[in-house]
């Protein structure tokens, strides 16, 4: 063919694109009406996550060229724009325009919708729990740095949930290979996501300081056969953490499995205070930029 002829045939595919695009967002709008009247959340990061991983598995079997970083890329900003049409949804982050934070927000939620800097942790917790913003975006573990303190701390004393979480490399191809190490972020929402199968929680634990603490904990969860995949520990501020430890714990499953329930009632019953902080789809890509 002429490159003429193949420009024709270019132009005919953006047709039947833009027409499906359309087709598409009317769904979405219809999907939109039933969760406003069965008072759903607009946003189902589980439903997304699970949406982007099958297109990516369906166009390697087709023998498609676009990578599956192109395929998440382009569908996530389908889904931003869909979304901004049933609602205006606004996301916090940390930082200023253009912070990693800032461009996790974006790579998550797509350009279609708005942005709301703050200067602080404080901040984005605060927006999304007056209804300012709808969700915040939070670093919560830098590979080098260990976990961000802060995120953690308002964690323990917020009614807001991790809902997601995002796993970024943020070399842009001008830093070190050190700098560029799998940092981690988390979606902030008022409530936590729904089980998918292959879900995380994270918990946190105040219990007695004293020897066998930790263990005593650890134990419950091996015993029962619920995976820890880390652990953080952190003092325990003021007159109400004198002989008191406070440990962050991040495991596989759902807050709402009967064994994790089990289990936490395990640790209630040892003298400790258990918190759900989230529970979110286990993250299996990792965004660069």
């Known amino acids: 063919m002429s490159l003429e002829e193949v420009r024709i045939k270019i132009d005919g595919v953006d047709q039947q694109l833009l027409r499906l695009l359309n087709e598409r967002a ?42 599956e970083k192109s395929i998440r890329a382009i569908f996530r900003e389908i889904m931003s724009a869909a979304l901004a049409l049933e609602m205006p949804l606004k996301i916090a982050y940390l930082g200023p325009v253009g912070s990693w934070t800032h461009q996790v927000a974006q790579g998550k939620f797509g350009h279609s919708l708005r942005y709301l800097s703050e200067v602080n942790t404080q901040g984005v917790f605060e927006r999304v729990a007056s209804g300012a913003a709808d969700y915040g975006v939070l670093p919560i573990e830098h590979s080098t740095e260990g976990a961000v303190h802060h995120t953690l701390d308002h964690l323990v004393d917020s ?28 979606i902030l929402g008022r ?10 929680a994270m918990l946190m634990v105040h219990a007695p300081d004293q020897v066998g603490a930790l263990l005593a904990v650890l134990t419950v969860f091996a015993d029962r056969g ?64």
Request: proline share 6%; net charge negative.
């Open 26 to 67: 009317d769904l979405v709008h219809e999907v939109g009406e039933i969760k406003r009247k069965d008072g759903l959340e607009i946003y189902a990061p589980e439903r997304e996550e699970k949406l982007l991983r099958k297109l990516a598995v369906q166009s390697e079997t087709m023998g498609g060229r676009l990578p």
């Open 226 to 289: 619920i995976d820890v995949r880390q652990i953080e520990n952190r003092p325990v501020g003021g007159e109400r953490g004198e002989g008191q430890a406070r440990f962050f714990l991040e495991i596989n499953g759902h807050g709402d499995d009967g064994g994790l329930t089990a289990a936490l009632d395990a640790i209630s019953a040892q003298g400790a205070v258990v918190k759900v902080l989230g529970s979110y789809p286990a993250p299996t890509w990792v965004e660069e930029r």
């Open 159 to 186: 009614p807001l949930q991790i809902c997601a979480q995002v796993l970024w490399r943020g070399d842009g191809g001008q830093t070190s290979r050190k700098d560029a190490a799998p940092t981690r972020f988390i």
């Open 191 to 200: 409530r936590g996501s729904q089980p998918t199968g292959e879900d995380r």
